[in-house]
Structures are given as C-alpha cells and as structure tokens.
Nanobody
Framework: QVQLTESGGRLVQAVDSLRLSCADA????????MAWFRQAPGKEREFVSGISRGGTQTIDADSVTGRFIISTDNAKKTVFLEMASLKPDDSAVYYC????????????????WGQGTQVTVSS
C-alpha cells in the first residue's frame, strides 16, 4: 500500500533554502512517477516539480525553474524537493504525489497523495 509522508516544511526567511522530503514505506519511488504540488490559501493546488520512474526525467513549473530541484533516493525510498531563493509567493502547503502516468500538471493523473507539509516564507 502506498503511504506518502511529507516532512521538512517550516517558517523561513525570503532567499533562504529548504529541503522537503517525501517518504514511503513501500517502493513507490521506483514504481511511480513522483511529483510535488503546492496549494496556497484560496488558490488551486498547482504542480511544482515532477520526476519520472527511475529518475531519468524531471519537469518543473516555470515559477520554480532554476530555484527548485526534485530528486529521489531510491535506497531510502524518498523524494526530495530542494528549494532555493525562496520567495513569499512560495508559501503554501506542499504535497507529494504518485502517478502511473498522464499529464504531469493534472491532479487526476495522481492516484496517491500525502497529507502535506507547510512552508511559510516571510519577507
């Protein structure tokens, strides 16, 4: 059974860096395409970054390109999101999700979701 657990979110200052983790007790990162989404208050959940099964391909939203990096540690069955040069607009609950395929940016491409971790960036 897939069970995703995010961690690492906290309050940071603008331009700081932060690393989020998404762990699963199973072998999710090897069997699924993995992604990070975020949702700010009053806004729709939006795609942030994705990494293909096996880690051969990554894709980022334009808003985070050059600042965020998604990666996996297959041995630890964990997906990471390295975030740099954080801005107040990056404040949101960040969710990890697993997909068998489909459009990266579409929520319904993802069968499994974590509970989220809060990231707050102060100016």
């Amino acid at each position: 059974q897939v069970q995703l657990t995010e961690s690492g979110g906290r309050l940071v200052q603008a331009v700081d860096s932060l690393r989020l983790s998404c762990a699963d007790a199973g072998r999710t990162v090897l069997r699924y395409n993995m992604a990070w989404f975020r949702q700010a208050p009053g806004k729709e959940r939006e795609f942030v970054s994705g990494i293909s099964r096996g880690g051969t391909q990554t894709i980022d939203a334009d808003s985070v390109t050059g600042r965020f990096i998604i990666s996996t540690d297959n041995a630890k069955k964990t997906v990471f999101l390295e975030m740099a040069s954080l801005k107040p607009d990056d404040s949101a609950v960040y969710y990890c999700a697993a997909s068998n395929g489909g459009t990266w940016q579409r929520l319904n491409s993802y069968a499994y979701w974590g509970q989220g971790t809060q990231v707050t960036v102060s100016s």
